[in-house]
T-cell receptor, first 112, second 113 residues
Framework: QKEVEQDPGPLSVPEGAIVSLNCTYS??????FMWYRQYSRKGPELLMY????GNKEDGRFTAQVDKSSKYISLFIRDSQPSDSATYLC????????????FGTGTQLKVEL | DTAVSQTPKYLVTQMGNDKSIKCEQNLGHDTMYWYKQDSKKFLKIMFS???????INETVPNRFSPKSPDKAHLNLHINSLELGDSAVYFCASSNTGGNQPQHFGDGTRLSIL
């Protein structure tokens, strides 16, 4: 069993839909949680970065962390075709050489 | 200006050859990383260097040898390439510290024939 589990999709939604992307993890030592977006043939780019449990909002994106359930989510409101990409969750422990552990990524397609 | 740049973008070579991938960052970061992304998009760390010192060395065959001539550069040399080495290799950089995000390059696509 991987330390971080993520539904690979693909997930296809109509433009304007609310998208929910999720990851579960098994290592309770994870303290920092990130969401990266990766377009085809590009490197991952950081979207959201959270430390504590709760919600963090940035424009159309909301990151949610529930440490008690070992569950994190990324919500995308008013989804656009430009949001079509693979979304990777990542997490790390305090210290540990800044090592990121990634989920397998969810492929999202937003259709017109 | 490209923040983290890798060369080459594509590398096609025969099994058994030796090849190198170069990475440079102009963000002033002190830590650099190599990741491998397989065909299923799973991204896994291989190495990290902080100020030219090896910090993370995951379970990677010793055919892979990273080298950091200075804190802005981290190269990856691979000996005796095997079919299973086909993947996309990403370089990343960050500053030291628990809440410092990592910035990625656009990857080097390695194909072994």
């Amino acid at each position: 069993q991987k330390e971080v589990e993520q539904d690979p999709g693909p997930l296809s939604v109509p433009e304007g839909a609310i998208v929910s992307l999720n990851c579960t993890y098994s290592n309770s030592a994870f303290q920092y949680f990130m969401w990266y977006r990766q377009y085809s043939r590009k490197g991952p780019e950081l979207l959201m970065y959270t430390y504590s449990s709760g919600n963090k909002e940035d424009g159309r994106f909301t990151a949610q962390v529930d440490k008690s359930s070992k569950y994190i989510s990324l919500f995308i409101r008013d989804s656009q075709p430009s949001d079509s990409a693979t979304y990777l969750c990542a997490m790390k422990v305090t210290g540990g050489g800044n090592k990121l552990t990634f989920g397998t990524g969810t492929q999202l397609k937003v259709e017109l | 200006d490209t923040a983290v740049s890798q060369t080459p973008k594509y590398l096609v070579t025969q099994m058994g050859n030796d090849k190198s991938i170069k990475c440079e960052q102009n963000l002033g970061h002190d830590t650099m990383y190599w990741y491998k992304q397989d065909s299923k998009k799973f991204l896994k760390i291989m190495f990290s260097y902080n100020n030219k010192e090896l910090i993370i060395n995951e379970t990677v065959p010793n055919r892979f040898s990273p080298k950091s001539p200075d804190k802005a550069h981290l190269n990856l040399h691979i000996n005796s390439l095997e079919l299973g080495d086909s993947a996309v290799y990403f370089c990343a950089s960050s500053n030291t510290g628990g809440n410092q995000p990592q910035h990625f390059g656009d990857g080097t696509r390695l194909s072994i024939l």
